[in-house]
Nanobody, 127 residues
Framework: QLQLVESGGGLVQPGGSLTLSCAASGFTLDDYAIGWFRQAPGKEREGVSSISPTGSSTYYDESVKGRFTISRDYAKNTVYLQMNNLQPEDTAVYFC????????????????????WGQGTQVTVSS
């Protein structure tokens, strides 16, 4: 059974950091593009960051550029989202998603392009 599991969320003060993990089971992520999305209360889910299967190409939404870093560990079959200088507006449920990529250097930014989804992890930024 193909499954994605997010972890690493929690409560952090403004300016703090968290690292989210997206671990896959039932399949290897080597050929999959991964995206991180978030959904704040009362808002639609939005794309945050994406990474290609090779890791050579990455995407960041303007709202997180310079603060978030996406990476992947092939040995651990896991993708990470390092989040620094977190702000209250980053509060949301964060989801990771996966899909097989057309080629290794390609990533996807739209929610509809992804096939597999995790259950989400809550990130709350508050003093």
């Amino acid at each position: 059974q193909l499954q994605l599991v997010e972890s690493g969320g929690g409560l952090v003060q403004p300016g703090g950091s968290l690292t989210l993990s997206c671990a896959a089971s039932g399949f290897t992520l080597d050929d999959y593009a991964i995206g991180w999305f978030r959904q704040a209360p009362g808002k639609e889910r939005e794309g945050v960051s994406s990474i290609s299967p090779t890791g050579s190409s990455t995407y960041y939404d303007e709202s997180v550029k310079g603060r978030f870093t996406i990476s992947r560990d092939y040995a651990k079959n896991t993708v990470y989202l390092q989040m620094n200088n977190l702000q209250p507006e980053d509060t949301a449920v964060y989801f990771c998603a996966a899909r097989e990529a057309e080629y290794g250097g390609y990533y996807y930014t739209e929610e509809s392009e992804y096939k597999y989804w995790g259950q989400g992890t809550q990130v709350t930024v508050s003093s």
